[in-house]
């Protein structure tokens, strides 16, 4: 089973960019799809982007054109890049993994999880 660490969290300011990491371990990560969920307090975990183990990707419409999802085999490694950000990307940033390769926007497709890590933009 594969185990996620995520990390790259902080405060940055409107208009800021910060880099988030999942980190796999326990087996390899290749085949597995990922994705990146966000949590506001008191909102629902909501879909922000995801990747295909061949490379594809897709990503919320709240977030397209400023974050990026990419992936580093060798460093059994996703990444989130997140460029231009706004108050309302604050949230606790959680990565998510599929064993079956599955790429979608709701959170039973993921079967395992990471801790999450907190972005705070400040305006």
């Known amino acids: 089973q594969v185990q996620l660490v995520e990390s790259g969290g902080g405060l940055v300011q409107t208009g800021g960019s910060l880099r988030l990491s999942c980190a796999a371990s326990?087996?390899?990560?290749?085949?597995?799809?990922a994705a990146w969920f966000r949590q506001a307090p008191g909102k629902e975990r909501e879909f922000v982007a995801a990747?295909?183990?061949?490379?594809?990707?897709y990503y919320a419409d709240s977030v397209k054109g400023r974050f990026t999802i990419s992936r580093d085999n060798a460093k059994n490694t996703r990444y989130l890049q997140m460029n231009n950000l706004k108050p309302e990307d604050t949230a606790v940033y959680y990565c998510?993994?599929?064993?079956?390769?599955?790429?979608?926007?709701?959170?039973?497709?993921?079967?395992?999880w990471g801790q999450g890590t907190q972005v705070t933009v400040s305006s």
């Open positions: 990747i295909r183990w061949s490379g594809g990707s």
């Open positions: 326990g087996r390899t990560f290749e085949n597995y799809s």
């Open positions: 998510a993994a599929s064993s079956q390769g599955y790429i979608s926007e709701r959170r039973t497709q993921y079967d395992v």
